[in-house]
């Protein structure tokens, strides 16, 4: 005997069809318009086109060879002093850009290469004068705040919850051979809804964990394919059921 006791697509009456067909559409285009989001805001973060694991990893962490300070001295400022002190600059942001070590070193290393053209009369230029004036251009880059993501994570935490609630509700009356594989892919976009949001925090600690933010989006894209496709399938175009189906 069937314990199933939910009707199939092909048992409802039309409007309940029509009105399962209307969500399925417009949570589709959502979806859809969500990941070309994702991509607006993350691609290319990195210095390289597209999106990669190192956008992610950016965009949550944020990078350490990032400041405006490195940059320059990678690039157009190099030529404004010694390789040496170049490395040491370049090292002291990197650990952090103590004030104790300004005081010390970089700050005299700056006014003897720097302030020549870098200073308060200059309105066009940061002005190391100041530690305060480096600082606006060695600011390490920290990723989205936690603020942000608790902003985020809330939004998402809901929103997510009643999409896959809204999906897997017309889900459930499509016919599965096994039963428990139609629970798994119910069930599992909410697992993944709490590791993607676990893993944009844990990305702060390790930048690997942004692949578990890529993997738990990918298995979350995926179930919903197959909901949506699965369900407007059998909906309106297979017409022949198997014998145990109800
Ligand atoms: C001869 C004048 C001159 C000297 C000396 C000089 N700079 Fe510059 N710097 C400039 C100019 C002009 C620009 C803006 C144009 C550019 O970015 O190429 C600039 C831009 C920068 C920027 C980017 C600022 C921004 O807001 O994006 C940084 C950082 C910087 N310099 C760091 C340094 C450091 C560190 C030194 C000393 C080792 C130094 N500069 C020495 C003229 C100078």
Redesign the pocket.
């Known amino acids: 005997m069937s314990k199933r006791n939910l009707v199939h697509f092909s048992h409802l009456n039309l409007t309940s069809k029509m009105l399962y067909t209307g969500v399925l559409c417009v949570l589709g285009a959502g979806y859809l318009a969500a990941m070309v989001y994702v991509y607006l805001s993350h691609a290319g973060r990195d210095g390289k086109e597209g999106l990669s694991a190192k956008d992610i990893a950016i965009a949550y962490a944020g990078s350490s060879s990032g400041t ?2 490195e940059s ?2 990678m690039g ?2 190099s030529r ?2 010694q390789p040496e002190e170049n490395i040491q ?1 370049v090292d002291w942001v990197r650990k952090g850009a103590s004030k104790d070590e300004f005081d010390a070193k970089i700050g005299p290393l ?1 006014a003897n ?2 302030v ?3 200073n308060d009369r200059n309105p066009h ?2 002005s ?1 004068e100041s530690f305060d004036g480096v600082m606006k ?1 060695a600011e390490k880059d920290t990723g989205a705040s936690v603020p942000t993501l608790v902003r985020v994570s809330h939004i998402h935490l809901f929103g997510l919850t009643f999409i896959f609630l809204s999906i897997g509700l017309v889900f459930r009356h499509a016919y599965f051979r096994r039963e428990w594989l139609q629970g798994v892919i119910v069930i599992t976009p909410f697992f993944c809804i709490i590791a993607d949001i676990a893993s944009w925090y844990l990305t702060k600690l390790n930048v690997e964990f942004a692949w578990i933010v890529i993997g738990s989006g990918g298995l979350m894209g995926t179930c919903f394919s197959i909901m949506f496709f699965v369900s407007i399938w059998q909906l309106w175009i297979s017409r022949d059921l198997p014998a145990d189906a109800v």
């Open positions: 405006k300070l320059a001295l157009p400022m404004m002093l600059i700056m290469r720097c020549v053209c870098h230029l940061p190391f251009v």
